[in-house]
């Protein structure tokens, strides 16, 4: 019963920006992080960022740090992924996640529990 959904992504020139929202639904308590995935065509899902949800601490995967910004708002129950600078490299479907356990992976798409659909970012060249 419980739902990701992401949105805010489109198409956008290099060097622009976009801010991804993934709002959770469903009765459930706060997970113990949660994280941005990303998918290339053709390409296997990587880790982009994540954030711990009561210290509010984040992480990022190298390509992106300096330019990707992870935060959360607790009373939407709401993750965000503010990215500038974009590339033409960070083209791909963005898919939000929650992981329930502090065991596991924070980076490892294995380790978290529920997904969204995903939301297609697009940057030309």
């Known amino acids: 019963q419980v739902q990701l959904v992401e949105s805010g992504g489109g198409l956008v020139q290099a060097g622009g920006s976009l801010r991804l929202s993934c709002a959770a639904s469903?009765?459930?308590?706060?997970?113990?992080?949660m994280g941005w995935f990303r998918q290339a065509p053709g390409k296997e899902r990587k880790f982009v960022a994540a954030i711990s949800w009561s210290t509010a601490n984040t992480y990022y995967t190298e390509s992106v740090k300096g330019r990707f910004t992870i935060s959360r708002d607790n009373a939407k129950n709401t993750v965000y992924l503010q990215m500038t600078g974009l590339k033409s490299e960070d083209t791909a479907v963005y898919s939000c996640a929650a992981k329930r356990a502090r065991s596991g992976r924070l980076l490892s798409s294995y380790d978290y529990d529920y997904w969204g659909q995903g939301t297609q970012v697009t940057v030309s060249s």
């Open positions: 469903g009765r459930t308590s706060s997970p113990y992080a």
